[in-house]
Structure formats: C-alpha cells, structure tokens
C-alpha cells in the first residue's frame, strides 16, 4: 500500500504552482502544533520547539505502521505566524513574531495515538519540549494563497501586495493568522530556490 503523503493528497493546498494570489477553501485538517515567541532564526526556543515536533511526528508515524496500520510521509513544516502589531511582519522584526509550528496528521491518528507517541519520545529523547506538543484540528476556510519562490526575507513584497491591495480590491477581511508551509530544506536548498506556501485566511468585508 503506498504510503500517505498530504503533498500528493492535498495537492491544491500542499503542492500549489500559482504564484499570484488566489481563492482556495481549506476544510479541517489535523496536526501536530507547539506555540512560541521569536526569532525562527535566533531563538532557542523555536529550534527546541521544532525538534520536538519531528520526535513526535516521526514517533507517531513508526508506533502507526508498528500497529498495522496505513504508513504515511511526515508532512512538511508549517507555521502560524500572528502578533499585536501586524506591521512586525512587513518590517521582518522577527523577535516580536509569535508562532505555532505545525506538522499535519492524517485524520487516522487520534490524540490518544499522540499522546502514546509522547510518552514514547519523551523517554527516548528527553527533550522538555515533547511535553508542549499537542494534537489539535484547524478549520481555516476560504484562503488566499500562493506559491513564493525564494527567500523567506523576499516574501514581504507579495505580504504587502497581499495586505493593502488584493484583501481590500476583493472585498475581503483577514480572518485568521498568517499560514506558511515549508515545501523546501533551507539546509539543502539554496534561497533563491525555496519553496514556501504562503495562505491567509480571509472573509466577506463588512
């Protein structure tokens, strides 16, 4: 049986080719999701939040296909970018972002599976981050979305396009926290060559 893989599934959602903005409806998907404040460059707490994200996610996918069940790819990195001060994000001032790293799960694993896999990887690992992760399902609707090819510091001129003019133009408002899936490995990937989802959710103005 050929493993799961969401980029394969969800292809409109994980595998996007349009790079202007466009109108995509995104029903509930489950993940597994760690909160922080910080630079993603800089911070400790942000690298410490990501690896123990992947312990569990790579933790739940070999106790799911141990158990007989269906195998799946762990999906790419995602991140839930918000702040009091939207402003920090066209500015890049990135020790004032505040985020929730994600890794999507296929709707056959349940939060007790994940709580096992915790348990699991904590006793293996030992990292005090594995606590904070926790199993939770996202329902962000109607989204404007695109593909941005690049450097995650050139993502601001289509985040302004995005905010002053395509939202307002469309008759839209924001309705959700910033969204980005990391379809490329900056540790193998060159900037200019990376792939990076960008999605915000919207809704009808007024």
């Not at 799911?64 to 762990?74: A, E, L």
């Not at 995602?78 to 296929?106: C, N």
């Not at 609707?141 to 690049?150: D, K, M, T």
Request: aromatic fraction near 8%.
């Amino acid at each position: 049986m050929t493993a799961y893989d969401v980029k394969r599934e969800l292809k409109a959602l994980y595998a996007p080719r349009n790079t202007t903005w466009s109108l995509v409806d995104v029903p509930e998907l489950r993940y597994l999701a760690i909160d922080g404040t910080g630079d993603p460059n800089t911070a400790p707490a942000y690298a410490a939040a990501v690896q123990a994200l992947y312990c569990v996610a790579y933790t739940v996918k070999f106790a799911t296909k141990r158990g007989g069940g269906q195998d799946f790819v762990v999906g790419p990195l995602e991140g839930l970018w918000y702040s009091d001060d939207p402003d920090v994000f066209a500015t890049r001032a990135k020790s004032r972002w505040s985020w929730t790293m994600l890794i999507h799960q296929p709707e056959w694993v349940t939060t007790d599976a994940v709580e096992q896999a915790k348990e699991a990887a904590l006793a293996k690992k030992k990292l005090p981050g594995i606590a904070d992760v926790r199993h939770e399902a996202l329902t962000e609707g109607r989204c404007a979305q695109l593909l941005h090819v690049g450097s995650y510091d050139d993502e601001s001129p289509a985040l302004t396009e995005l905010h002053e003019r395509w939202i307002p133009d469309n008759g839209l408002r924001e309705s959700g926290s910033h969204h980005e899936i990391y379809l490329g490995d900056p540790r193998r990937t060159v900037p200019a060559k990376l792939k990076t989802v960008l999605r915000q959710p919207v809704a009808e103005a007024g």
